[in-house]
């Protein structure tokens, strides 16, 4: 019995070149192969026997297995240094979330009737713990323009100059007004990172993958703040200013080491450049030569219909991006009111007024290690369940919790304090706090996903500028707040903000998990604002996580 089973290639004249392409072929596959090298074939068949063609079919199936492994161990590769990059960015978070905690241990130590060092009055100490909120937008403004002008990765790298300036002036610092002007340092510093950070991961990272890392800078404040605390109570303040410089200057040297981001290389003429990135970031040249090809298209297509004179405010007025503004400022405005973070800033007071005794410094410590713990689980949820599912359930969540306080607080009006009171206003709050994590997390998922690629890095930059604005004026405003509404009512308007939080998102928010930036970018372009209006095309998100594309393609006989 005969069959058709020796194939003769003709490739190429030489003998290293035709060596050179069998290793391409057996590495890539088939079609991706042919996409990116040139190539001549011509086949010669001839009759042989059945041994031969059993040899040849063995032969097919083992290329084929050499590229599944191939595929696995680029994809293990890509993922790795994807990682890698954003736990670089990750060690900055980290230390500029140290300054968001310092006043909570500065504070105490300068009021202590032991020390005379620097004397400070409430007045005085009100603007030590807000000063960082109010230089923060300051930062935030300049990131814009610093990140679509010079880079992602060198704005990051320059907003630890100002970090470190600040804590060591913190740590000589020998008045009031100069402690003032060093908090104010590391707050502007905060600012610059905040943008351009999450802006960094979401354009490095891919889909499946982005899921987990988006989120992870929140994850890296909550430890820094952790960390501040825990070593506020050990060490003398000047001490711990000190020791605050250390992940800044490791930050500095990672980022140093990490490629700038693929499509701000592309967009700034920076081909080349931007293929080495993408091979880095992908484990492979022939997918990042692919990934490549797909946003060089999108790039030349955006070009033909922009106008060269326009600014960034007609930019910001097209749909593509006045959709995901009115989004992201409209979540952030009802996640404030919702609470977010003023149970965190007062979250100790708030438990004391429940007639609890405790060491503050232990519950400052008890709270940030809860907010730590929630971050991370969020994280990890991140890659399981789609984002509109996480807020609404994270806003009903909360609201629920809020409400169920509230009524409690009203119950309880004019009555004696019992033990359980205590019981039950940490519970709901420690609940409050579980739930309510994913609202504090998800408007930098939404400003690194949501915003298009031209005007990406200054519109993060202009939007955390704004809600670090108004959360310095809502947490300065909270007090007489509060003694208008009493907690009670302060708690009743965070359940009412949650579900109406709820509701919009559940009307406006489009899916996405599982989405490219450019199909995100290509669904805010259509006329639809409402989300059950989407073209159904959309609708499809693959859920498996993480899961390496093998290619299955057998070289037949």
């Known amino acids: 019995m005969f069959c058709f089973a020796k194939v003769r290639l003709t490739l190429f004249s030489t003998f290293p070149s035709r060596l050179a392409d069998l290793w391409s072929h057996q590495c890539y596959g088939d079609d991706e192969y042919l996409k990116f090298v040139p190539h001549s074939k011509s086949f010669q068949v001839v009759p042989g ?77 009100s603007w030590i713990a807000s000063v960082h ?23 990051l790298i320059l907003s ?60 890296a404040y909550s430890c820094g703040i952790l960390l501040v605390y825990s070593l506020g109570s050990m060490m003398y303040w000047r001490s711990v200013a000190w020791c605050a410089n250390v992940l800044p200057l490791l930050a500095m040297l990672s980022i140093s080491f990490i490629p700038e981001t693929p499509a701000w290389l592309l967009r700034n003429g920076h081909e080349k450049r931007a293929l ?74 708030m438990i004391s007024e429940f007639g609890a005794e405790f060491d503050a410094k232990q519950a400052a410590i008890a709270t940030a290690v809860v907010r730590v713990i929630c971050c991370m689980v969020f994280c990890v949820i991140l890659i399981f369940v789609r984002r509109r599912m996480i807020m609404m359930v994270s806003g009903i969540g909360s609201g629920l919790f809020c409400l169920v306080l509230s009524g409690y607080q009203y119950a309880r009006f004019d009555q004696p304090k019992m033990s359980y009171d205590v019981f039950v206003g940490a519970g709901c709050l420690l609940g409050y706090i579980i739930f309510n994590t994913a609202l504090m997390v998800m408007p930098g998922i939404m400003i690194g996903e949501l915003f298009p690629a031209r005007i990406r890095g200054r519109t993060a930059g202009g939007v955390f500028a704004s809600m670090n604005v108004a959360l310095f004026i809502f947490a300065k405003k909270f007090p007489a707040l509060q003694a208008m509404l009493k907690m009670r009512g302060v708690f009743l308007v965070f359940g009412v903000s949650s579900f109406l939080l709820t509701a ?48 299955t393609r057998g070289l037949e006989a």
């Open 49 to 125: 026997s059945e041994f031969q063609c059993k040899k040849a079919s063995y032969s097919s199936r083992k290329l084929s297995t050499i590229d599944e492994q191939d595929d696995d161990v680029a994809n293990r590769r890509g993922m790795m240094h994807q990682i890698v990059a954003t736990c670089a960015v990750l060690l900055l978070s980290a230390g500029c979330g140290m300054p968001i905690g310092f006043s909570a241990i500065l504070l105490p130590q300068l009021t202590d009737n032991n020390s005379t060092e620097i004397p400070i009055d409430l007045e005085t100490g």
């Open 133 to 155: 909120s109010l230089a923060t937008p300051f930062g935030s403004l300049l990131s814009g323009p610093l990140a679509d002008y010079i880079g992602r990765r060198k704005t």
């Open 160 to 219: 630890v100059i100002p970090l470190l300036l600040g804590w060591s002036t913190l740590a000589i610092a020998k008045s009031i007004k100069v402690v003032i002007f060093a908090r104010f340092l590391c707050g502007f510093a905060t600012g610059i990172l905040g943008g351009p950070g999450q802006v960094y991961i979401a354009e490095t990272a891919e889909p499946n993958l982005r899921s987990l890392l988006i989120g992870a800078p929140y994850v």
């Open 276 to 349: 080495q990135a993408l091979s880095f970031l992908r484990g492979s040249e022939i997918s990042a030569q692919k990934e490549l090809n797909d946003m060089k298209q999108r790039l030349a297509k955006e070009r033909v219909t922009t106008r060269t004179n326009e600014n960034i405010f007609q930019l910001c007025c097209q749909r593509v991006a006045i959709k995901p503004l009115v989004i992201v400022i409209a979540f952030s405005l009802l996640q404030m009111f919702s609470g977010t973070f003023i149970v965190i800033f007062y979250a100790v007071d």
């Open 504 to 551: 919009f998102m559940c009307l406006f928010q489009p899916e996405t998990k599982g989405r490219s930036l450019e199909h995100i970018e290509d669904y805010f372009n259509g006329d639809n604002w409402l989300w059950f209006r989407r073209d159904r095309g959309y609708k499809t998100v693959n859920l498996q996580p993480l899961e390496p594309l093998k290619d």
